[in-house]
């Protein structure tokens, strides 16, 4: 089977078992603050167990893309190094919420496996958990009651809390798993040593491939369980590992998943996969073609790059494979952003969304591996003077704070640091790096800490009811509140029945205002509103709320009008924005980000170029156009997403949508977008559009930052002052650029004058110098107060001197600006046979000055502060010389 074929027949399966098949979420986790990135196939459904939403259906089976790179579950150190860990990898799983539980799980695992893929069965291993005895939670007698018949006793491992027993967090669903793990070792090995003694062992040839995890508990804060009312199964299948299996390799990078990336690796480098004289470069190839994927698939949704967080992470990734292939395959130049093509064709059925941005994935990938490449160079050099130093004072291991170094300013991944230590002889300081590594992390911890205690219920609800597309005032409960601890002061974190405040969601900040409390007659200011995966969180900093909340019965939960109405009409402007840039810069621009309150509206696009003054003009125009057209806004709710997609709706990638979307239109033939956000109900009220910047994120995205209505008013009134001043200083000509203009030509001929006339000054003085020179019998000396234009002037007189006068010594004094000033000039040809030097002398002579200086043996300069020792200054020139 190839692969394309073992997936469709997982989600064939499923389908024939009654499940909704769903696509994968992007692989950026999007309203979830304790996510990066989604990292298992349950991420996009936690609401459901959570209690916060409904599914679309009880049952529900997918594939999902997966990024194991950072926090809970991070596979990075051993991607490449061994066979079965990925970083991107994608997780087959089905799903059962409140539905079949364990006896369905497990016995359709069972028969997709062997009767679907015919996995042999004397190969399979499955686990249970074996119960905790502090933890109050038994063995799991169900699970082994169901296995026993299928895989008989002796292929069944208890597990213990480590392996087998699942949380979502500190908090929520949990409970115990069965995991299903496979031998795929050689016959010999397997008749020498039973696979059961290698279950959990590290084995590349005998691994976990599918995890049922069935959820049964709810984990309280004080660490207690409770059973769940009702029961769910979680399952997560490696896609790539069960390949590895279906196909009979050893190896998941031997699978059609990874072989097509590697064979052009081949191409490219000269080198083939699997010599054993290089295994080096085996490491190299697994990296590159493992880590193409985790990084050409977060750019497709969204993340890009960057040097702070999630961008971060997918920087380092980068810069490892980047790191490898020059190291181990020869690579000089860019060669990473060539695979993108490879893998957009490869995925093109399964995850379209690469195939559609394939050049602008490559395109900032080929900038990133520029830059990368540039900072690679200096720090092997930085770590080629490290090992001199050591070499030099014969030690053999390098600290770990410049193995850190290396990692955190370099980016070089510490194995790699290692292994070049290790070919030049040294070791390096593993302990001492993970305490630098520990002691970041720690401080990176710190500075997101946030410490929450559990929801307080206060009343059941089912969900949030969203009111504010058509109220800016509502009737309200409070169902549940929080208290929580933030680096910037306590907030009370509160959840509605029904609100209208909009939550911080697809660039557009969230409400401020206030909830009455109506029987207390108090009033709540809510400071912010945010999203936490569905829930709506109205967010607070007022002090001691608990009784308050408590008691509120009908609460009004009220928002800040003029705010919003501000921000409506940067939103609905970013959307005639929008539509004019592809008017006037091409279709190619895709929304990479944005933002916008109610001051500004910011707005990060893909594009190659600066776009130009008159560029930004036309689409200004186009904008103010639209607005004066003052066309009605057309909103439209609940339409399906394919019926929306097909009518030439816009969707942004990285963005999860539902089964059913809400479209802003404003005239069909202009802007026709998907959009949860706020809007103004004719472009009119938006007044008026102006950018006021334009510039470059990264590689191939720009950013562009406008206002509109008062603020775009207040703007040109400022900028109407400021040329209004300006007037004024120049007595209001009338042609005030060419008022401008004069000022800077009469300032340029000025100062041509001036250095004309400075320069007839130092003639004559010159010659003055010339006629009073004292001769004596190996040097001719001048010593003398001047009065020059500038300390420059010095340097000059003395040089021309030089050119008319013989075996010159020169010491001037001068004063500029009410400052003392000295200069000494030696002939060269005195310097060399006397082993006189200016430098040294100008500073002894500067004392009298009350200042100090230097310069070169022949000719040097002093700054002093005291002009009144300028005469004994010089007095003490002429009794050296
Ligand atoms: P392992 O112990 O092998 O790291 P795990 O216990 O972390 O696996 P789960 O969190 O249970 O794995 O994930 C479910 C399934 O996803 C696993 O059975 C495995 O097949 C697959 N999987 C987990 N991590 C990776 C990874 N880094 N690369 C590829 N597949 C993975
Ligand atoms: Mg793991």
Sequence with gaps: M??????????????SKEHLIVPSAPLVAKNDPTLMFNNSGMAQFKDFFL?????????IADTQKCLRVSGKH???EDVGFDTYHHTMFEMLGNWSFGDYFKKEAISWAWELLTEVYKLPKDRLYVSVFEGDVKDGVPFDQEAWDLWKPIVGEDRIILGNKKDNFWEMGDTGPCGPCSEIHIDLRPVADVAEVSGKSLVNNDHPQVVEIWNLVFMQFERKADGSLNPLPATHVDTGMGFERLCMAVQAK???YDTDVFQNTIQVLETLSGKKYGDSNEPFADIAMRVISDHIRAVAFAITDGQLPSNNKAGYVIRRILRRAVRYGYSYLGFQEPFFYKLVSVLSEQFKDVFPELKSQEEFVAKVILEEEKSFLRTLESGLKRLDVITAFMKEKALNTIAGDEVFEL???FGF???LTALIAREKGFQIDEVGFQDALAEQKKRSRQDAAKEATDWIELREADGVEFLGYDFEETHSHITKYRKVKTKTGDEYHIVLDRTPFYAEMGGQVGDTGVLVLNEEGKTVSIVDTKKEN???VHISKDKNLDDALQNAGIITAKIDIARREKIKSNHSATHLMLSSMRE????????KGSYLNDEVLRFDFSHFAKVSEEELKKIEDRVNEKIREDILLDERRNVPIQQALDQGATATFGEKYGDFVRLIIFDPTFSFELCGGTHVPSTGKIGVFKFISEGSVSAGVRRVEAVTGEKALLLMREQEETLNKIKDLLKNPTDLIKAVENLIDEKTSLQKKIAALENEKIQALKASLIEDLEEHSTFNLIVKQVDVPSAESLKQLSYELRDQVENLIAVFGTEIAGKPQLSVFIAENIVQETGLNAGKIVKELAKEIRGGGGGQPFFATAGGSDSTGLESALEKARELF
């Design 534 to 536: 569905d829930l709506f």
């Design 407 to 409: 990692s955190d300013t």
């Design 413 to 415: 991944p510490v194995d």
């Design 74 to 76: 991070n596979d990075l």
């Design 2 to 15: 190839t692969s394309h074929q073992i997936r469709q027949a997982f989600l064939d399966f499923f389908r």
């Design 51 to 59: 209690g916060n939403g409904t599914p679309p259906s009880r049952r």
């Design 584 to 591: 006037v810069l091409g279709t190619h621009i895709g929304q």
């Design 250 to 252: 050893i190896s998941n």
